[in-house]
């Protein structure tokens, strides 16, 4: 009996490891999003990085507002290829507005605790999907 319940215990064990593993990340990447606009911007809130989420800085670099959802994705790098997170992304279906030269700050938790390597977060702003660079440790 022991021998059974140490088996089961074992099997489960690795079915949540195999579950928190970088499995979720392995569609090839259909983004075009860009690195560089001349309508907004991003960036990493200094020192709000970790492997669980992070705070954006979204900049309006225009005369008027503009605006932005809740929704973003987020890829990981292998190789030169970009591969996209497909499990399960949930986000509330609201816009917020940017004032004129305005900025805000965007909360975001990962979809999955993420483990070391090269990512990207693709953040649509207005018209643009931007994109932004980051690695973890």
Same mark, same amino acid.
């Given at each position: 009996?022991? +021998?059974?319940?140490?088996?089961?215990?074992?099997?489960?064990?690795?079915?949540?490891?195999?579950?928190?593993?970088?499995?979720?990340?392995?569609?090839?990447?259909?983004?075009?999003?860009?690195?560089?606009?001349?309508?907004?911007?991003?960036?990493?809130?200094?020192?709000?990085?970790?492997?669980?989420?992070?705070?954006?800085?979204?900049?309006? +670099?225009?005369?008027?507002?503009?605006?932005?959802?809740?929704?973003?994705?987020?890829? +990981?790098?292998?190789?030169?290829?970009?591969?996209?997170?497909?499990?399960?992304?949930?986000?509330?279906?609201?816009?917020?507005?940017?004032?004129?030269?305005?900025?805000?700050?965007?909360?975001?938790?990962?979809?999955?605790?993420?483990?070391?390597?090269?990512?990207?977060?693709?953040?649509?702003?207005?018209?643009?999907?931007?994109?932004?660079?980051?690695?973890?440790?």
């Amino acid at each position: 009996m022991k +021998k059974l319940n140490f088996i089961v215990a074992l099997v489960l064990m690795l079915i949540v490891l195999v579950g928190c593993s970088d499995q979720s990340f392995t569609e090839p990447s259909t983004q075009n999003p860009v690195y560089e606009s001349e309508t907004a911007g991003i960036s990493i809130k200094p020192d709000t990085l970790t492997n669980e989420g992070m705070t954006l800085m979204i900049s309006n +670099k225009t005369d008027s507002e503009l605006n932005y959802g809740m929704d973003y994705y987020i890829e +990981k790098k292998d190789g030169d290829n970009w591969l996209s997170y497909n499990g399960t992304v949930s986000f509330i279906e609201l816009a917020g507005v940017i004032d004129p030269e305005g900025e805000v700050d965007f909360e975001l938790d990962f979809p999955v605790t993420l483990s070391a390597g090269d990512y990207r977060i693709i953040k649509p702003v207005g018209n643009e999907s931007l994109a932004l660079d980051f690695t973890i440790s």
